[in-house]
């Protein structure tokens, strides 16, 4: 059964970045959070205002009255936000970091927001926001996740699963698995870029229909390089991050490295494409 808590009263919560996901989720319908937001680039403070969340001018004027965070940011930053804007919250915050990196760097981050005085929650959001919003699955973990969940719900969030107390665990059943899925759309189209150029990829997607009989080959190929031009940059960020994660486990990431290699570059040629075509 969904997760679902519309007893309790709006919480007052703020969005720190403001990219596909706070977008997707405060404009989803069901939304019910008395929101606030901040975003180091201008024009997506300005994209806030169009999607009713307030903001500020400065991060504290934005963040600093809010007990209940969502960390939004891209993979990169999802320390260095924890480590500037943890102290700007009041004593005993929230901070539930939804971004996807390693369990190591989830926990350098939950030492960030301690040291402030907050409380860290691991959230790993299984699936891509767009078109789940908010019934995109979420497992987290940590010893304040228990806490987090009701305010979850009570923000629209219906598939919520906690996995444990130990902060990193759902990180690494994000990463792991991420370890796969992106995986498999890098090696499909490499598959397919070696099919076409021995003129053969016709009847390469034909023996793989064959093979597997869920949806023809050629139709998967197209969708996972789509996804690799459109969001290739953060993916690729996301997989060092999962390599990063295998190397802590003391398994080698060689195929995962490719990935992320392969990832970049696919937003690289799309990017390139898009400023030739300007």
């Given at each position: 059964m969904p997760d679902s808590n519309p007893s309790l009263p709006a919480p007052r919560v703020a969005l720190v970045g403001f990219g596909e996901a706070g977008e997707t989720f405060a404009r989803a319908?069901?939304?019910r959070g008395e929101?606030?937001?901040?975003?180091?680039l201008p024009e997506r403070r300005e994209a806030m205002v169009g999607a009713g969340v307030e903001t500020g001018d400065h991060p504290a004027s934005a963040l600093g009255d809010r007990a209940f965070v969502l960390s939004l940011v891209t993979a990169d930053q999802a320390?260095?936000?924890?480590?500037?804007?943890?102290?700007?919250?009041?004593?005993?915050?929230?901070?539930?970091?939804?971004?996807?990196?390693?369990p190591d760097t989830k926990r350098e981050a939950a030492i960030a927001v301690e040291r402030a005085g907050g409380r860290y929650v691991d959230v790993a959001v299984m699936a891509p926001v767009s078109p789940s919003k908010l019934a995109v699955p979420l497992l987290i973990s940590g010893p304040h996740a228990i806490a987090a969940q009701?305010?979850?719900?009570?923000?629209?969030?219906?598939h919520i699963r906690n996995?444990?107390?130990?902060?990193?665990?759902?990180?690494?059943?994000?990463?792991?698995?991420?370890?796969?899925?992106?995986?498999l759309e890098a090696?499909?189209?490499?598959?397919?870029?070696?099919?076409?150029?021995?003129?053969?990829f016709d009847e390469v997607m034909a023996s793989l229909d064959a093979s597997e009989k869920a949806a023809p080959w050629a139709n998967?190929?197209?969708?996972?390089?789509?996804?690799m031009a459109t969001h290739g940059a953060r993916?690729?960020?996301?997989?060092?991050?999962?390599?990063?994660?295998?190397?802590?486990l003391g398994v080698e990431p060689v195929m995962t490295r490719g990935t992320v290699r392969l990832q970049r570059e696919a937003a690289e040629k799309n990017k390139t494409k898009k400023e030739q075509a300007a």
């Open positions: 319908e069901g939304w929101t606030r937001g901040w975003d180091i320390l260095p936000a924890a480590r500037e804007y943890a102290p700007l919250l009041p004593e005993g915050a929230l901070w539930c970091d939804f971004n996807s990196v390693a009701p305010l979850l719900q009570a923000l629209g969030f219906s996995v444990g107390e130990e902060i990193g665990r759902a990180s690494a059943i994000k990463m792991i698995r991420s370890v796969m899925v992106k995986g090696l499909s189209s490499e598959c397919a870029a070696a099919a076409e150029a021995a003129g053969v998967k190929v197209a969708y996972n390089r789509e996804r993916r690729a960020a996301e997989m060092e991050e999962s390599a990063k994660t295998l190397q802590g």
